[in-house]
C-alpha cells in the first residue's frame, strides 16, 4: 500500500513530540508513512527530549519505504520557527502547506490516506486564514464542493454529530430532516466503503429527555427525527429510532448499532470520549480521500515536557490505513 501523508500540525504543540514517540516506540509495526515537516525542527526536538532516532529527508513518497529505521520527512518550502508552546502567526504558511501538500498527494496518487496532527486555529484566523478548520480546508482543497461529515469512532463507538461546532441554541435552529438525511446517508456510505460493514445498522440519537415522551418532552423527535428515519429508510438503509439518548451508549445497546447518529456535538463525543478517549479517532467522511486525525487539541501547555501520549495518533494512522485498504478494495 502507498505510504500516509502524516501532517506537522501547530508547530508550537505537541504534534512534533508525538510523531517522535510514535516512530519511537510502534515503528515495526506501524503502516508505511511519511512526514510533513521541517527535518531539523524535528530533530532539534528529539534532542531537546533525548529521544535518541535518525531523521531522514525524502524527496518523494516512494522513498518512505526505503528509509529502514528512520523516520521519512519530506521537507516543507516554507520556514518553521520552533517555539515550544508559544505559536506564531509566522508560522501558518508552513502548517497550511503541509495540509496542502498532504492532500494533494493523496488526490495524485502518491499517499494513500492523510492524517493529520492538530493545528491552532486562532493563529490562522490571524494569518489571514478564512475557513473555520481543516475539514473545511480539506474539502476546498479536494474540489471546492465536496460537503464532509465529521465521525468520531473508536474501537468501541462510532459517532456522527449532525450539528458541530456552533452554540446548543443555534444547533436546535440548523437540526431539520433534511441535515439529519444528509449525514445518515453519508455515514451509511463510508460504513460500507470505508469500514467494510456490508449491511451497517445506524441508530439515531433522540433530541430530547426520553425521546420526547411522546410530544410531552418536545415535538421535535416525532416531528423532525422520526419522519428523518423514514425517508433514511426508503432510501434501503438500515436505520431506527429515535432512541432516548440516556441508554443510546450502554455496553447492550452498543451491540446493536455499528454507529449512533447524534444530533448536536456533546451529544455525540461526551460518550465516546467517556468511554474510549484515548482510542479515539476524528475521521472526516464524505471527501475523496481518507482523512483521519487525533481526537485532541495542541495542548500547548504540556508540549516539550515529554509527557504527551500518542495513543490518539497511533490509532488515526491505523484507521487511515484500515479505510485505505477498504477504498481500495471497493475501487478495485
Known sequence: MRPIALTMGEPAGIGGELTLKLWRDHRHDLPSLFVLDSPARLTA???ALGIDMTIRSI???AEAAETDDALPV???AAAVTDTVGVPLTENAAAVLESIERGARLVMDGDAAAVVTNPIQKDVLYQAGFKLPGHTEYLAELVGGGARSVMMLASPMLRVVPVTVHV???EALARLNGDEIVFHGAVLNRALREDFGIAKPRIAVAGLNPH?????AMGLEDATVIAPAIEALKDQGIDAFGPVPPDALFTARARNGYDAALCMYHDQALI??????????VNVTLGLPLVRTSPDHGTALDIAGKGIADPSSLLASLRMAAEMARHRAGQAA
Request: aromatic share 4%; hydrophobic share 35%; net charge positive.
Open 271 to 280: 460518550p465516546i470520549k467517556a468511554l474510549d478517549f484515548d482510542r479515539a
Open 167 to 169: 452554540s446548543l441554541k
Open 74 to 76: 519530506l521537507p516543507l
Open 45 to 47: 526536538q528529539a534532542r
Open 211 to 215: 425521546a420526547g415522551e411522546s410530544g
Open 59 to 61: 524527496t518523494h513518497p
